[in-house]
């Protein structure tokens, strides 16, 4: 569950764009760390599960929040990228979205059953604890049982944000 959108779903607009308010920094080692994780993920080697705030993609389209003074075009081509990856890519890639109301995630990522990380902000907590694994994992598969929208739908669900 990442903190804003996933990386291996921005765009190359909406990279630079995070990228440009930092000084000595350019987004090319994001881009190309994207575009590393989508070949890894056409490959078939692995599978992703996402789990976001619904209203994550609402702020985008709207460009409210995070996104407010990104042009409408790059939030509306980053929506696009969403929804036609997300289509393209299933089931190999699952997007699931929960209502922060109901449930809350600190950014976690599971990779299998040794390693989790939390982000904190700037920093990264690492378990390697099997114990501590699956308590994280078990939190991650409620944000999945418990998303308003599943997998199969996001695509459209995107597109229909768009379209409004």
């Known amino acids: 569950m990442p903190a804003t959108l996933p990386d291996i779903l921005k765009s190359e607009r909406v990279l630079d764009w995070e990228y440009s308010c930092l000084r000595n920094q350019t ?14 993920l056409r490959s078939g080697l692995s599978d992703y599960e996402i789990a976001l ?8 389209a709207e460009g409210t929040g995070y996104y407010e003074g990104l042009a409408e075009d790059v939030r509306y081509e980053q929506l696009k990228l969403i ?5 393209d890519m299933f089931p190999r890639l699952r997007l699931f979205l929960f209502d922060a109301h109901h449930v809350f995630s600190a950014p976690v990522t599971v990779f299998g059953p040794k390693l989790a990380v939390i982000y904190i902000g700037q920093f990264y907590l690492a378990f390697r ?14 944000l999945v049982r418990d998303a308003v929208v599943d997998a199969r739908d996001v695509a459209a669900h995107v597109n229909a944000l768009v379209a409004e």
């Open 53 to 60: 705030p619904v209203h994550e993609l609402k702020a985008c």
């Open 27 to 40: 987004s090319s080692p994001a881009v190309d760390a994207m575009r590393e994780q989508r070949a890894w």
């Open 129 to 142: 604890e099997g114990q501590r694994v699956r308590s994280i994992a078990d939190h991650f598969d409620r």
């Open 83 to 87: 929804a036609d990856f997300c289509h």
